[in-house]
């Protein structure tokens, strides 16, 4: 498990940097949030039916439920009408219905390349009509593979890079533990972050980010 000591102390001495030298932190400031009560955490768990991955629980408590992190930050986590919900650009996308679920891993390779040159070329039709037919049934092919709720089963989304562009926190099946870049809205797919040649956890991800930050700026004095 990730050691957290002093990492929220870094994160929030470079509140007064310069902060437009490192990507998205003029969105998220430097800050966090509150971190959550070992209670808070339970409940979250408990609603979820699933634990979450050890380092992630123990940021959660020891440095903060979001805030300051990749890209716009974390999306924090917080309890609204009763239940916990992450909050953020595209956090809904997450069926927290569906965490218990393992999370499919990869997709076939050669499967996603034909599904994606099968996507209709509006140039390749006289009629938009017909070519609006086309795209319309590649669509809904399209959502039933790749973007269906159940692609992302087992996993929560927690930040975004803008372009819809995100990242996903696997939480259950073989991957648990590990982050995985959305790049769906690029006709892409889920797939493993890495460090080092490495599939990224969340707390290999998460220091790699404030050592990176750290160097891109000065302290603030």
């Given amino acids: 498990m990730t050691d957290w000591t002093g990492v929220r102390e870094r994160v929030l001495a470079l509140r007064e940097s310069e902060k437009n030298r490192v990507f998205g932190a003029i969105g998220h400031g430097f800050e966090l949030e509150d971190s959550l009560s070992s209670d808070g955490l339970a409940e979250l768990e408990a609603q979820l039916g699933v634990g979450l991955p050890a380092d992630y629980r123990s940021f959660l408590m020891d440095v903060g439920a979001g805030g300051a992190g990749p890209s716009y930050g974390l999306y924090p986590v917080r309890q609204m009408a009763g239940r916990w919900h992450w909050l953020g650009d595209g956090a809904d996308l ?123 700026v000065p302290r603030a004095r």
């Fill in 94 to 216: 997450a069926d927290l219905e569906l965490v218990h679920e393992p999370f499919p891993g990869l997709l076939d390779a050669e499967m996603l390349a034909a599904l994606y040159a099968e996507q209709p070329d509006e140039e390749e039709f006289e009629d938009i009509e017909v070519f609006d037919a086309a795209h319309e049934a590649w669509e809904k092919r399209a959502g039933e593979i790749v973007r269906t709720p159940k692609r992302t089963a087992g996993a929560v989304c927690v930040c975004h890079h803008g372009c819809a562009l995100r990242t996903w926190l696997i939480v259950t099946g073989p991957e648990r533990g590990t982050m995985w870049f959305d790049t769906r809205a690029d006709d892409g797919d889920l797939t493993p972050e890495l460090i080092d040649g490495e599939p990224a956890t969340f707390g290999r991800w998460y220091l790699a980010w404030l050592s990176e930050a750290e160097a891109a």
